[in-house]
């Protein structure tokens, strides 16, 4: 797993070993911030909610956001996390929010946080896209924020979920990336 854009393109990220942990592969980061490129723009607000090593916010704060807000549960995720950032020098430009995603939601819209890009990339099979999709669809969104959720390409997911509308959706083999754009209507 490596940084593939910007200042720190290249830099290895460490991850776990074997199969408990399944990190976006390049293909799909790739993809992803080539198509949000015009919206990643220097000193955004991102969340990246399931961040497991942080692979999808260390990329974002190589592209120039200004902050990233990591939500990972797992001690172990945290502490792999904890490291990237510091072995990457990004531990100015980021927040650790070591709890469930769905309890640090409301979490975030009481303390009046707001995010401009909001990624989602919860372990597959356990219908927790459609669920973090549910509890964003009204909070923690700055105006026009952008929401990207990875799921499985099987999993379903639906076309609106309060202010979030979707936008695309792309597959690459077993994995979907769904584009949520927030409406401010």
């Known amino acids: 797993m490596r940084v593939i854009g910007g200042e720190l393109r290249g830099r290895r990220l460490l991850s776990f070993k074997g199969d408990g942990i399944r990190p976006t592969s390049d293909r799909v980061k790739e993809s992803l911030f080539n198509i949000i490129s015009g919206t990643l723009t220097d000193g955004i607000k991102v969340a990246d909610l399931f961040a497991g090593t942080g692979n999808l916010g260390i990329e974002a704060l190589s592209r120039g956001a200004g902050l990233v807000f990591f939500v990972e549960k797992d ?81 379903e997911i639906k076309e609106r979920y309060g202010k979030l509308k979707m936008e695309d959706k792309r597959r690459y083999g077993l994995t979907a990336l769904s584009f949520f754009k927030g409406d401010d209507s």
């Open 75 to 155: 001690k172990n995720s945290v502490h792999l996390l904890r490291q990237n950032l510091a072995q990457c020098g990004l531990n100015a430009g980021s927040r650790i929010i070591p709890m469930d995603v769905l309890k640090a939601i409301p979490f975030l819209e009481k303390s009046g946080e707001r995010f401009d890009i909001i990624f989602l990339d919860p372990p597959y099979g356990k219908g927790l896209a459609d669920a973090a999709l549910e509890a964003l669809g009204n909070t923690v969104m700055a105006s026009g924020a952008l929401v990207v959720a990875e799921h499985d390409s099987k999993e």
